[in-house]
């Protein structure tokens, strides 16, 4: 039988902290991969794969995803570069969006979709940043009095006159008068004659 002093001597005992496993690197390494793995999700395609594969069958690996959504903190989002991926992370926590990115029309469906939001991104954002300018009310405008300074329109007798010049009588015509318009730069394209 063995003595007390045998039984109380705690030497042969591992203690916790010896057996605690340390990162060499300090989890830099574990940082990567999940990152990694974490901004892959933000592919269509690679949650297609994934569930071709059966790998959202698998209690573990749903254990993972949601073990990963530790990365929605801002403490780590500042690191994530694809945005989309958080969004199909949260997507992914149903078992029935998991189920449908099985089919191939999904896939395609949602990355036709997340086509459309980067192709737009920028107008749909710009138009919830800058400020609308408030519109400027609409005075009322005065009535126009007749103004002394038009020069007095010719009589018909001197607009029917001989002695006009054709330039003369041209530059007196309204500018939107038929007459007026060939000279004013509209249509001078020389037509073929047809024999």
Not at 77 to 91: G, R, T, V
Not at 110 to 115: D, E, G, L, P
Request: charged share 20%.
């Amino acid at each position: 039988m063995a003595s007390p002093e045998e039984i109380d001597d705690t030497s042969e005992i591992p203690s916790p902290t010896k057996n605690t496993y340390k990162d060499p690197d300090g989890g830099r390494q574990r940082f990567l991969l999940e990152l990694e793995f974490i901004q892959c999700l933000a592919n269509p395609t690679y949650i297609h794969y994934l569930a071709q594969n059966r790998y959202f069958e698998d209690e573990a690996f749903i254990g993972y995803l949601k073990y990963l959504q530790y990365w929605q903190r801002p403490e780590y989002i500042k690191f994530i570069m694809y945005p989309h991926c958080l969004y199909f992370l949260e997507l992914l926590q149903n078992p029935n969006f998991r189920s449908a990115m099985a089919h191939p029309a999904n896939k395609e469906l949602a990355h036709r979709q997340q086509f459309y939001y980067w192709k737009n991104y920028r107008n749909n954002r710009l138009k919830h940043i800058l400020p609308r300018p408030l519109p400027e009310p609409i005075a009322p405008q005065p009535p126009a009095a007749p103004s002394a300074t038009l020069p007095p329109a010719p009589s018909v007798s001197v607009a029917l006159s001989p002695s006009l010049s054709p330039m003369q009588y041209n530059n007196m015509l309204s500018k939107n008068e038929p007459r007026n318009m060939a000279s004013a730069g509209i249509d001078r394209r020389k037509r073929k004659k047809v024999p």
